[in-house]
């Protein structure tokens, strides 16, 4: 029971360590994302949410409310920020598979299916009428892949893909950017190197950190 517990704390890095040491999540997950593609497209822009309600382009009403049912799964509110709906991602996400479609697209929306129909066996509701605790129970089983059985190896693939797209999209937004904080593109009068504690946690400590 330890073993499968520490397993699970293992796989599930927290947010706000893993971009301490990389900062550039969104480029890397859309880049990835986009990689399929036969053609390249501009990045969809960050929604602004003082414009108007969002149209949506894509998704209909039960795939957007599943949509942002997952976001805030996948990234929820804390002390430091709010959560992936409040800084726009799904309004992200559905400009995001407008512009890619095709594959992608389908993906995404087979997984929303795989999910209400793995949903229906075990609890007789769609996804989102389900408790946070019973769709857990269904998200355990498709987002640690090493884990996963192979008959969940869709579900697998459409999760991690969209956990890509949420994260990509949460961080950059401006309240994803403001939550790193990220503190690139700030004019210094003089370098001072890699600040010593950063490097002692790299285990770079040993060497110079000026250029």
């Given amino acids: ?8 704390e293992r796989a599930s890095v927290k947010r706000r360590d893993l971009l301490k040491i990389i900062t550039a999540v969104p ?21 602004a949410p ?8 894509v998704l209909n009403e039960h795939e957007w409310e599943t949509i942002r049912a997952l976001s805030d799964l996948i990234i929820p509110a804390d ?6 709906t409040q800084a726009g991602v799904p309004e992200f996400i559905d400009d995001w598979l407008d512009l890619k479609g095709g594959a992608l697209l389908a993906e995404i ?21 389900c408790s946070e605790a019973q769709q857990k129970s269904i998200l355990d089983r498709i987002a640690y892949p090493r884990r996963a059985a192979p008959e969940d190896a869709a579900g697998v693939a459409f999760f991690n893909h969209l ?9 950059s937004s401006k309240m994803g950017v403001k ?7 700030t004019m210094v009068a003089d370098w001072q190197g890699c600040p010593h504690d950063v490097l002692e946690k790299l285990r770079l400590s040993g060497k ?3 250029t």
């Fill in 50 to 57: 003082d414009t108007g309600p969002y149209q949506r382009k």
């Fill in 109 to 129: 929306r087979g997984g929303l299916t795989w999910l209400d129909i793995e949903c229906h066996r075990q609890f007789e509701r769609d996804f989102v009428k």
């Fill in 208 to 210: 110079s950190s000026r």
């Fill in 27 to 47: 480029a890397a997950a859309l880049a990835r994302l986009g990689s399929a593609g036969a053609e390249t497209k501009p990045k969809p822009k960050e929604p």
């Fill in 79 to 84: 002390e430091r920020s709010g959560s992936a």
């Fill in 163 to 171: 956990r890509d797209l949420v994260v990509g999209g949460f961080f």
């Fill in 179 to 185: 939550d790193l904080p990220y503190l690139g593109n």
């Fill in 1 to 8: 029971m330890d073993e499968k517990k520490g397993e699970q």
